[in-house]
Antibody
Framework: EVHLVESGGGLVQPGRSLRLSCVASGFTFDDYVMHWVRQAPGKGLEWVSGIRWNSGSIAYADSVKGRFTISRDNARNSLYLQMNSLRGEDTALYYC????????????????WGQGTTVTVSS | DIQMTQSPSSLSASVGDRVTITCRASQSISSYLSWYQQKSGKAPKLLIYDASSLQSGVPSRFSGSGSGTDFTLTISSLQPEDFATYYCQQSYSTPLTFGGGTKVEIK
């Protein structure tokens, strides 16, 4: 069965850093683009970042560009999100999600999602 | 960035009703449009991709249509388990963007 499990969330002060992790199982991790998507409390979905299966292409939302860094370790079946200079508006549930299409050259739609890890930015 | 606008933002419907949700892109996105269902406290679930392709395991009462800038998600006969929030998402270009959501409530 395909699974994504996020971790690393928590309460952090504005301006500080946090690193999220996502461990994948049940599929060939290094065949797929992976994404981070977040959802602020009571709000809609916001795509944060995506990374191609070979890390050859990376993209970010404008709201996090320059502050967040996505990476992956295919040997560990793991996806990461390094979040620096955190702000109150980064408070959200962060989901790790798998792209639908194998070996896609593009960032497409997400067919498998984790349950999310909560990040709260507050003093 | 491509803006995605959904309408309505919420609707009330009864079991058995035909429900239609609209999504409009700020520029042409061909058929790079997907739909998700999210129930309270749960992760989103992919329903439709490429504007009209049904994701494996999704009931056939769900269908999608459209291309260019205007898209529609239709639920042909609303079931109790369909009460949820629905989102559209474009994958024509990065940053990927979602619509604001449509909450489908019980009438």
């Amino acid at each position: 069965e395909v699974h994504l499990v996020e971790s690393g969330g928590g309460l952090v002060q504005p301006g500080r850093s946090l690193r999220l992790s996502c461990v994948a199982s049940g599929f060939t991790f290094d065949d797929y683009v992976m994404h981070w998507v977040r959802q602020a409390p009571g709000k809609g979905l916001e795509w944060v970042s995506g990374i191609r299966w070979n890390s050859g292409s990376i993209a970010y939302a404008d709201s996090v560009k320059g502050r967040f860094t996505i990476s992956r370790d295919n040997a560990r079946n793991s996806l990461y999100l390094q979040m620096n200079s955190l702000r109150g508006e980064d408070t959200a549930l962060y989901y790790c999600a798998k792209d639908r299409l194998r070996r896609s050259g593009s960032f497409l739609e997400m067919d498998v999602w984790g349950q999310g890890t909560t990040v709260t930015v507050s003093s | 960035d491509i803006q995605m606008t959904q309408s309505p933002s919420s609707l009330s419907a009864s079991v058995g009703d035909r429900v239609t949700i609209t999504c409009r892109a700020s520029q042409s996105i061909s058929s790079y449009l997907s739909w998700y269902q999210q129930k309270s406290g749960k992760a989103p679930k992919l329903l439709i991709y490429d504007a009209s392709s049904l994701q494996s395991g999704v009931p056939s009462r769900f269908s999608g249509s459209g291309s260019g800038t205007d898209f529609t998600l239709t639920i042909s006969s609303l079931q109790p388990e369909d009460f949820a929030t629905y989102y559209c998402q474009q994958s024509y270009s990065t940053p990927l963007t979602f619509g604001g959501g449509t909450k489908v409530e019980i009438k």
